[in-house]
Structure formats: C-alpha cells, structure tokens
T-cell receptor, first 114, second 115 residues
C-alpha cells in the first residue's frame, strides 16, 4: 500500500485567511482525491485532483473556495480559501494506484477556524 | 444515485461478544465495497474490501464481511470483540465518476465496547 503524508497535521486559522494542505505519496498513483470530514460526520468528496489539469469538483464545491493543484503523480495541494468557522473539519487526501483498486487515505489535516 | 446506508449510528457490545455492523448500498452496477475504521484522532484504515469473486471476504484484525447482492448489503462481522475495536466504522462503495473512482461513504457507526 502507498504511504501518504499530509502537512500540516493540524492548524488553527483566523477567519478570512487561507490554508494550503500538502499531500505527498511515496509512489506514483493514478488518482488523487480530497475529502472533507466535518465534525461528527462522514467523509464527503471535494474533488478529484487531475495531474496537469484543473481538478474535477463535486456538487457544492467550487474552485475559488478550494483550489487544487497536482503538478505530478505523487503530490497535490488543497487550499481552503477565505476561511470561516464552517470550514473547521478534517481534510483528507486519498490515492488509488489504478482505477478500481483500493483507495488509501492520508492521516488527515485537522483545521480549526476561529 | 449511489448511496450507502449504515442504519446503526451507535452500537455497544460487550468485550468478547460477537459484532455485526450493517451496511446497505444503492448502486446501478457491481459495486466495489469497503469497510474502513477510524480510531479517535486517527486517519482511515482499510479493514477489508470486495471487488469480485468470493462473497465472504476476510480482513485485518479478525474482521470479515459478506456481500449479498440480493439484499444490497455488505455487513461487517467479528466473532469476538476486543476493547481496542472501539472506533468509528465506515462502509463505502466505489463509484465511477467522470474522472475515475471515488468513494461514497455511509454516515458511520460508532462502536463502543463495554467490559
């Protein structure tokens, strides 16, 4: 299985600022995804990070709020912009080696917005 | 639309007793099915998965799950629960979106283990 790291592991931010989360994988992967887990809730897919092109966003998520980059097959960033307390969540990246195979998750980034 | 239902929000089981966590899915084709566990303050760990073949799959930590197509279910079982099994359990189905394979998660079941 892939080894996935996320930075930062947690952060406390002021409203109106932005936070960029990094996801690094120890091997090349086909797919990378970003999920949000709000307090006490399940995981919701934010977007699929596409290498070298714009991310594919799920309904309810927009690029201006959640810009995503994926410059290569092992790295992606998620920025949460113009933070509000409602953005306080755990943000997780996940990867798939090949389409249809097991999806592995990073340890998550815990964000608290004050 | 694809969906996953975990009917039980919270379950308490005595240590050493058996466990069954329910999961029902709605999906138009043969699904990829997963169970993940999330311990407090931790990320998600894959317990087991079903892609095809034998409908009874074995996972880590003594867990197993059975895929029943006729019931659209993928229930998780363990014959004897340990206190360390207390965690949040998520069932997920693999769906094909326009860009690849992402997961749809159920709302999770919190397992408490009593001594």
């Amino acid at each position: 299985s892939a080894v996935i790291s996320q930075k930062p592991s947690r952060d406390i931010c002021q409203r109106g600022t932005s936070l960029t989360i990094q996801c690094q994988v120890d091997s090349q992967v086909t797919m990378m995804f970003w999920y949000r887990q709000q307090p006490g809730q399940s995981l919701t897919l934010i977007a699929t990070a596409n290498q070298g092109s714009e991310a594919t966003y799920e309904s309810g998520f927009v690029i201006d709020k959640f810009p995503i980059s994926r410059p290569n097959l092992t790295f992606s960033t998620l920025t949460v912009s113009n933070l509000s307390p409602e953005d306080s969540s755990i943000y997780l990246c996940s990867v798939v080696g090949r389409i249809g195979e097991t999806q592995y998750f990073g340890p998550g980034t815990r964000l608290l917005v004050l | 639309a694809q969906s996953v239902t975990q009917p039980d929000i919270h379950i308490t089981v005595s240590e050493g007793a058996s466990l069954e966590l329910r999961c029902n899915y709605s999906y138009g084709a043969t699904p990829y099915l997963f169970w993940y566990v999330q311990s407090p303050g931790q990320g998600l760990q894959l317990l087991l998965k079903y892609f095809s073949g034998d409908t009874l799959v074995q996972g880590i930590k003594g867990f197993e799950a059975e895929f029943k197509r006729s019931q659209s279910s993928f229930n998780l079982r363990k014959p004897s629960v340990h206190w360390s099994d207390a965690a949040e359990y998520f069932c997920a189905v693999g769906a094909l979106n326009q860009a690849g394979t992402a997961l749809i998660f159920g709302k999770g079941t919190t397992l408490s283990v009593s001594s």
